[in-house]
């Protein structure tokens, strides 16, 4: 079983950045997904980037490419998502989920592993 625990939320303006945080559990594979995906209130939850631990290949969804960077620090099992250039729209709860096989272009089902989430919050 992987544990997931994210931090690095919060609430900032327009335009601002935080970094969100998720430490994980050590993974029995050699390879794996790591990804955060978001939801906000009445919405479906959705992918934002994913990166694969063994070459640090990345995927971004449309809405975040170019503001938000996903990045691995493997020394630490720590998945880091920077997120700049913040807009109302990014406000939602942010997970981080871990597969061996899925992307964040899969269902979010596809994901085995799943932290509690951290609120994101964007003022105008």
């Known amino acids: 079983h992987v544990q997931l625990v994210e931090s690095g939320g919060g609430s900032v303006q327009t335009g601002g950045s935080l970094r969100l945080s998720c430490s994980t559990s050590?993974?029995?594979?050699?390879?794996?997904?790591m990804a955060w995906f978001r939801q906000a209130p009445g919405k479906e939850r959705e992918g934002v980037a994913n990166i694969w631990t063994a070459d640090h290949t990345t995927y971004y969804a449309d809405s975040v490419r170019g503001r938000f960077t996903i990045s691995h620090d493997s020394a630490k099992t720590t998945v880091y998502l920077q997120m700049n250039s913040l807009k109302p729209e990014d406000t939602a709860m942010y997970y981080c989920?871990?597969?061996?096989?899925?992307?964040?272009?899969?269902?979010?089902?596809?994901?085995?592993?799943w932290g509690q989430g951290t609120q994101v919050t964007v003022s105008s």
């Open positions: 989920a871990a597969d061996v096989l899925a992307g964040i272009q899969d269902p979010p089902s596809n994901f085995q592993f």
């Open positions: 050590k993974y029995a594979h050699s390879d794996y997904c």
